[in-house]
């Protein structure tokens, strides 16, 4: 069966540090991945898209990696900030034209002041 | 950055209620907007695709008559949650993306809490 697996288990981290989370899938061959914040009782925002023929995605202190051998997208906070807590989800394009996506369950991330 | 807004953000209503969510694009055009379903730390649930001027896509197990998607214009999708029941409470999201392979843009979402 398909699964997208990330950490049920939240992740703190002191500020300062570089906070990373796991992003592991079955079953699917997605053509790119997206990672997405979401804060309590809101809707996701958008943080990055990574293609499957790109190693790895920097924007400002965020960085993706995609390894499709290994079925696994790393995503990494740098010089993390306590506005950074939140839970980040990622997801997977079913590839099949229409831009549907699956989700994760999401890691939620708590940066200590 | 594009703008996705979800109306209403909270309702609570009693069991049998029907109950409307608008999801409109603010500053593009849509021919396709998602409807998801997320209960308490789950992931988003895909529920179905709105198709502007055509029916909407359903994912399996999730009742069409029961999860009525309109999708009129190119910045209009409504869900009608049909006689609703407790079970039905949960969190509502709506997205809206440019084209395929682009990122979706969220709305906020409609807690629904049935009574």
């Known amino acids: 069966s398909q699964k997208i697996e990330q950490n049920s288990e939240a992740l703190n981290i002191q500020e300062g540090k570089t906070a990373t989370l796991t992003c592991n899938y079955t079953?699917?061959?997605?053509?790119?991945l997206q990672w997405y914040r979401q804060d309590p009782g809101r809707g996701p925002v958008f943080l990055l898209l990574?293609?499957?023929?790109?190693k790895e995605k920097r924007k400002e202190r965020l960085k993706v990696t995609f390894d499709t051998t290994l079925k696994q997208s790393l995503f990494h906070i740098t010089a993390s900030q306590p506005a950074d807590s939140a839970t980040y989800l990622c997801?997977?394009?079913?590839?099949?034209?229409?831009?549907?996506?699956?989700f994760g369950k999401g890691n939620q991330v708590v940066v200590i002041p | 950055g594009a703008v996705v807004s979800q109306h209403p953000s909270r309702v609570i209503c009693k069991s049998g209620t029907s109950v409307k969510i608008e999801c409109r694009s603010l500053?593009?055009?849509?021919?396709?907007m998602f409807w998801y379903r997320q209960f308490p730390k789950q992931s988003l649930m895909l529920m179905a695709t709105?198709?502007?001027?055509?029916?909407?896509?359903?994912e399996q197990g999730v009742e069409k008559d029961k999860f009525l998607i309109n999708h009129a214009s190119l910045t209009l999708s409504t869900l009608t949650v049909t006689s609703a029941h407790p079970e039905d409470s949960s969190f509502y999201i709506c997205?809206?993306?440019?084209?395929?392979?682009?990122?979706?843009?969220f709305g906020d979402g409609t807690r629904l809490s049935i009574l």
């Open positions: 990574i293609r499957e023929n790109e």
């Open positions: 079953n699917y061959s997605p053509a790119y």
């Open positions: 709105s198709n502007e001027g055509s029916k909407a896509t359903y």
């Open positions: 997801a997977l394009d079913m590839k099949d034209g229409n831009n549907r996506l699956a």
């Open positions: 500053d593009f055009q849509a021919t396709t």
């Open positions: 997205s809206a993306g440019r084209s395929g392979n682009q990122p979706q843009h």
